[in-house]
């Protein structure tokens, strides 16, 4: 039982390059979601998806998309990378219900130059 | 809308002693639940207790418990026989209906030997 898995650890990307985050959780949550994390900002949520098929914005969701693959996948993807997009951004997952943990993966740190 | 206020970005404290840290929070629902996380150096998110609302008893784990003062919106995390271990930033955050987490911007914790 991996948790909740996040490729890669770390990204540098020339501004103006495209990538996606990947993002996978092995416990059959429902819900999962996307957060960035900057200095002296705490987390943020940029996207989230309460089930399979549906997807949502959040907070800071201008200059990002999402595809929730699967119930197991929660892609992120930034088209053209911004340095404004520079930031470590965490994946998490939680069941759903009357459940309210949420159990983060380990983050990518991105660089954009 | 829901915000998460900590007033203290940075706090220091001696091995064996006791800190607390603050949070403060604001919102509209009557049924939400409030989360202290850890973030070490490794960046991991690490959940340390966490309270529902509408218990009025005070949550505890092992050495860490909380002042949930729920008229005041008021959610204080004490550490107690503090350990170097426990040096982190500390983030507190709220859940709201949709199941994301609202996050404060941390207080980072140091601990003196």
């Known amino acids: 039982n991996a948790g909740v898995t996040q490729t890669p650890k770390f990204q540098v990307l020339k501004t103006g390059q495209s990538m996606t985050l990947q993002c996978a959780q092995d416990?059959?949550?429902?819900?999962m979601y996307w957060y960035r994390q900057d200095p002296g900002m705490g987390l943020r949520l940029i996207y989230y998806?309460?089930?399979?098929?549906?997807?949502d914005k959040g907070e800071v969701p201008n200059g990002y998309n999402v595809s929730r693959l699967n119930k197991r996948e929660f892609s992120l993807r930034l088209e053209s990378a911004a340095p404004s997009q520079t930031s470590v951004y965490f994946c998490?997952?939680?069941?759903?219900?009357?459940?309210?943990?949420?159990?983060f993966g380990p983050g990518t740190r991105l660089t954009v130059t | 809308a829901q915000t998460v206020t900590q007033s203290q970005p940075e706090m220091s404290v001696q091995e064996a002693e006791t800190v607390t840290l603050s949070c403060t929070y604001d919102?509209?629902?009557?049924?939400?639940?409030l989360f202290w996380y850890k973030q070490p150096p490794s960046r991991q998110m690490i959940l340390v207790i966490r309270?529902?609302?509408?218990?009025?008893q005070n949550a505890t784990e092992n050495r860490f418990s909380v002042n949930f003062q729920k008229a005041a919106k008021s959610f204080s995390l004490k550490i107690s026989d503090s350990q170097l271990g426990d040096a982190a930033m500390y983030f507190c955050?709220?859940?709201?209906?949709?199941?994301?987490?609202?996050f404060g911007k941390g207080t980072s914790l140091l601990v003196t030997p």
């Open positions: 998490a997952s939680v069941a759903g219900g009357s459940s309210y943990e949420q159990y």
């Open positions: 416990m059959n949550h429902n819900s």
């Open positions: 998806s309460a089930s399979e098929g549906t997807t």
């Open positions: 919102t509209s629902e009557s049924d939400y639940y």
């Open positions: 309270q529902e609302a509408y218990k009025q």
């Open positions: 955050a709220l859940r709201d209906s949709g199941y994301a987490l609202n």
